[in-house]
């Protein structure tokens, strides 16, 4: 009888166990996004008071509209540089461990409660002042050469005629063309006639849809693919780097992203000339997406539906730059001679005891990233496989980078989530240390 009620009691346990297992995963997982938006929010708090790194705009001008809503909401006391420095770095790798544990649970957890999550990190960092650079009032500046003072930044640089624009002293691209695409570049008009504080804030709110899409079609990929939508939206949107550095600086690389995904959806979804076109939109958007272009359209089932939206979207964008600009390209090249001491051209610089990234160094990894290109265009073409091709080749287009930021991981993370094997998702986190 007691052995009995022993075997008994022992099923009860074990039936139990995973019950809690089950009962407890998306409560874990629910707390570590929570402590992401959480780490997000303190990080914002901290920028909006005094001068500190992680604000630089604010050490030129302190505006309400710049940091509105959180700037009378905690200590007027101003922490030291160090303490910020410890301060971030601890949110970070908490951060850090809250993403892993999140991606671990995410498949447990519904759907809806990780997308909240998401919407309300990015709404916190929305609402920030831009957070350790100052690119979104270099955005607002070449905006304005053109919409309001008719200089085309393309010709141009700001100091030629920016000096008493009410821009110039809080941006720092004074002596630089505009890099950025002329697709970005004629959406920006569209902002300028704002001031300063509109198009400041409706580039925001831009941003913030634009990165919600980016997120929506993650979701979308995960499904058709039959991968988590859970786990490959936390890991491409919740990045800690990403979020801090990408999301909080305010940059414009969601605004390319969306392009791609949009395409790789409709690509996978047999509407290969809107995917086609999406993806000429990409390269408009933002250039370093031109060596992609090839690759998407070879990767495609049907290949003359996508010739044929990639040749109408380029011509109607190409149209209407010319107009706007002319025949005047961005700046790319110039861009292109800028150095980040960690980024891999310069390291290997080092290694080779060039100095850094010599223009031999970065002639050898232009060679390399056009070999990608021929390569992953000849392995799109034969698999009639997008993914993997074009992942290969923004990993390649990461590593030959010279101006490198941790934000790039942008561009990397939907190919971790989409990408079959353990060789890619290896190469990149290398790559991403």
């Known amino acids: 009888m007691e052995a009995a009620v022993t075997t008994a009691r022992t099923r009860l346990r074990r039936r139990r166990l995973p019950v809690t297992r089950a009962m407890l995963a998306p409560a874990g997982a629910s707390i570590a996004l929570g402590a992401i938006a959480a780490g997000c929010l303190l990080v914002v708090l901290a920028s909006v008071h005094g001068r500190s790194f992680l604000a630089p705009t604010l050490h030129r001008t302190h505006p309400g509209w710049m940091t509105w809503p959180f700037g009378d909401l905690w200590s007027r006391h101003r922490p030291d540089r160090q303490t910020l420095q410890t301060g971030l770095l601890v949110a970070l790798v908490g951060m850090t461990a809250c993403y892993l544990l999140a991606l671990w649970l995410a498949p447990r957890v519904r759907l809806a409660v990780v997308g909240a999550l998401v919407a309300l990190t990015y ?210 090249r110039a861009q292109s001679r800028l150095v980040t001491p960690y980024s891999i051209p310069n390291v290997l610089g080092w290694l080779a005891g060039q100095g850094g990234e010599t223009a031999a160094v970065r002639s050898v990894c232009h060679a390399i990233l056009a070999l990608a290109v021929v390569a992953c265009t000849v392995w799109a073409w034969r698999t009639r496989d997008m993914i993997a091709p074009l992942g290969w080749l923004t990993l390649a287009t990461v590593v030959t980078l010279g101006w490198d930021m941790p934000w790039y991981l942008l561009w990397l993370l939907p190919f971790v989530a989409f990408v079959r094997g353990r060789a890619f998702r290896i190469a990149s986190v290398v790559v991403a240390l």
């Open 123 to 332: 709404v916190i960092l929305f609402l920030s002042p831009p957070l350790l650079l100052t690119d979104v009032f270099n955005y607002v500046e070449y905006s304005r050469m053109g919409a309001i003072h008719g200089i085309n930044p393309y010709t141009h640089i700001p100091a030629m005629g920016m000096r008493h624009d009410p821009v110039w002293k809080i941006s720092n691209w004074h002596h630089l063309r505009s890099p950025y695409g002329p697709a970005f570049t004629l959406m920006t008009y569209a902002l300028a006639p704002l001031g300063v504080a509109g198009a400041y804030w409706g580039y925001k709110a831009l941003l913030l849809g634009v990165s919600l899409a980016c997120a929506w079609l993650v979701v979308l990929i995960a499904r058709r693919l039959g991968r988590s939508p859970g786990r490959a939206v936390v890991l491409v949107m919740l990045n800690p780097l990403v979020l801090i550095y990408g999301a909080g600086g305010q940059h414009m690389d969601p605004f390319n992203l969306v392009f791609l995904l949009a395409a790789i959806y409709l690509g996978l979804t047999y509407r290969e000339a809107i995917g086609s076109a999406a993806v000429a939109a990409a390269a408009a958007v933002k250039a370093s997406a031109a060596a992609l272009v090839p690759v998407a359209v070879a990767g495609t089932h049907r290949r003359r539906q996508s010739l044929v939206g990639f040749a109408v979207g380029a011509a109607l964008l190409g149209a209407a730059v010319l107009v706007a600009f002319g025949p005047h390209l961005p700046a790319v």
